[in-house]
């Protein structure tokens, strides 16, 4: 608006003046056209930069919207991280509860391992005299298992023990005697032929629990072992180790097993010291 009063002023001087010439006039009159064009280019710039401070104050305050939702989510991020340390510390201590478990576990068994390994060694000494055939000796799954042959203990369909079994059943008892705090499982076994009489026994199942049982009273009666050690039962022939279909394979589904192993109190004992979860 200056500019416009400043031009106003100078046109009036002209046409006051009535000396001015045509060719200062015409000068003049340029200078006042340029002025205007540059008023009016100025105008256009003020618009220009209203706008582009209107969008300037648009955008800061998105700015302040997005930095307000940042601080928010950071607050939320370190509240959880903070949870999730508690529950770190918590998983690192029941972790360290397990490992400490297992390591009791892995003590424990090699424990059990090294007794087992040293009563087969000292049974495999004991009948050294007896043939590999009617007597076989090994660990296995962490028990020892002493596997006795059917014609060394008992005649063809018969449940009564024979003589000549007495002097293999009494060194295993001395065995089983040394080693008092293991339990001693016997298991009678058949193949899967018919027994011919209707006497007792009946049929398989009778005969494998009778066998069983037969051993069991012998160890007790004959070599004090104490009865609340032992459990004897019949699988009858539903434990094969190998095929029927031959005659040295019906002879070893016959075999009758006598298992040394820990008690099973001792292994809840072992149970009760598992980590309890929190």
Avoid: H
């Avoid at 008992?154 to 005697?177: C, R, T």
């Avoid at 459990?231 to 016959?254: I, L």
């Amino acid at each position: 608006m200056r500019i416009f009063k400043i031009l106003t002023i100078a046109v009036m001087g002209v046409s006051l003046t009535s000396c001015v010439s045509k060719k200062q006039y015409e000068a003049l009159n340029l200078n006042y056209k340029q002025c205007i064009e540059g008023a009016a280019e100025r105008q256009r710039e003020i618009q220009d930069l209203k706008s582009a401070n209107a969008g300037l104050t648009s955008e800061n305050a998105l700015l302040r919207d997005q930095n307000g939702a940042l601080k928010t989510s950071l607050d939320a991020c370190l509240s959880n991280a903070g949870k999730g340390s508690a529950n770190i510390d918590k998983l690192i201590g029941e972790i360290n509860a397990s490992n400490s478990y297992i390591k009791r576990l892995i003590s424990t068994n090699s424990k059990n391992d090294s007794l087992n390994l040293a009563l087969s060694n000292k049974l495999k000494r004991s009948l050294d005299n007896v043939a590999d055939a009617d007597v076989d000796v090994k660990v296995l799954k962490g028990v020892v298992m002493i596997s006795l042959s059917d014609k060394m203990l008992y005649k063809s369909g018969d449940y009564n023990i024979l003589p000549a079994a007495q002097d293999v059943l009494g060194k295993v008892a001395k065995v089983i005697n040394d080693y008092d705090t293991y339990s001693v499982l016997i298991e009678g076994n058949t193949d899967n032929v018919p027994l011919a009489s209707a006497n007792l026994p009946k049929d398989n199942w009778d005969l494998s629990a009778l066998r069983a049982t037969s051993v069991a009273k012998v160890l007790q009666t004959q070599f004090g072992v104490n009865p609340n050690r032992i459990t004897a039962g019949g699988r009858s022939e539903y434990n094969p180790k190998t095929t029927n279909a031959s005659v040295s394979g019906r002879a070893e589904n016959r075999r009758t097993e006598i298992i040394i192993m820990p008690k099973l109190d001792e292994f809840m004992k072992l149970m009760d010291i598992a980590p309890v979860k929190k």
